[in-house]
């Protein structure tokens, strides 16, 4: 059966792949956006503008069991077990931060760092031992912007296009739909001469400027 393992990322790329006892019987990842509300004129309610991508994170419970002969307590202490992945927390000195760390397993592979670790020890030896234990661990990915870029490029015009006003439309979704932002319908408006936005009329022509001029 492939062993799960935690994989933490040193200076110059070096690696440390740590197996884990079991493998996790679940793990979770979630994902959220940022929107921000934005008042439009002649609309009825706010519209909801997309801000930025939000963050992407991995959940996971980890269990420990060194528990071998009790009688003559020869179990392992199973802090020994689980250190290696609680150093990911700890800045490295040589990395002046905490270093990157991922989850592999079965095709799933998270790369980030680890934000949160929850220790809990449920069985122990006579002498105080822990040989038992869960740890529950959070990975958000800190993907830098160029990757991010690359996977979501920006597109803007570059130069002055124009398009006609159809039946019932309205500046602030023009330049959400040219431009990706509803607030530029103001930019529009100006550049156009429109005095009311309201009353656009069907089949006007309408310049809709580079980005760099607004």
């Known amino acids: 059966m492939e062993k799960a393992k935690i994989i933490i990322y040193g200076e110059n790329g070096a690696q440390n792949a740590i197996p884990v006892l079991f493998n996790p019987s679940e793990y979770n990842i979630s994902r959220s956006v940022n929107y921000a ?3 439009i004129p002649g609309t009825d309610s706010p519209i909801m503008q997309f801000i930025s991508g939000g963050e992407t994170s991995l959940s996971l419970t980890l269990h420990f069991d060194t528990q071998n002969d009790y ?3 020869t179990s392992d202490d199973v802090r020994t077990y689980m250190q290696p992945i609680l150093n990911a927390l700890w800045i ?3 990395l002046h931060a905490p ?3 991922a989850f592999s397993w079965g095709g799933c592979f998270f790369k980030g760092i680890i934000t949160d670790a929850k220790q809990s020890f449920t069985m122990f030896l006579p002498s105080g031992i822990p040989v038992r ?3 529950e661990l959070t990975f958000k990915s800190n993907e830098d912007t160029v990757g991010a870029r690359k996977k979501s490029p920006f597109e803007s015009p570059n130069r002055t296009k124009a398009r006609r006003a159809e039946k019932g439309a309205q500046l602030w979704r023009i330049a959400d739909a040219e431009y990706g932002n509803p607030k530029y319908w103001r930019m529009i408006a100006d ?3 429109i005095y009311n936005p309201r009353k656009l009329p069907e089949g006007k022509l ?3 400027p580079p980005i760099k001029e607004l």
């Open 92 to 94: 490295d000195g040589k």
């Open 99 to 101: 270093p990157e760390a």
């Open 191 to 193: 550049f156009n001469k």
């Open 133 to 135: 234990a869960r740890l």
């Open 37 to 39: 509300k934005l008042d």
């Open 206 to 208: 309408l310049r809709l």
């Open 71 to 73: 009688i003559r307590k």
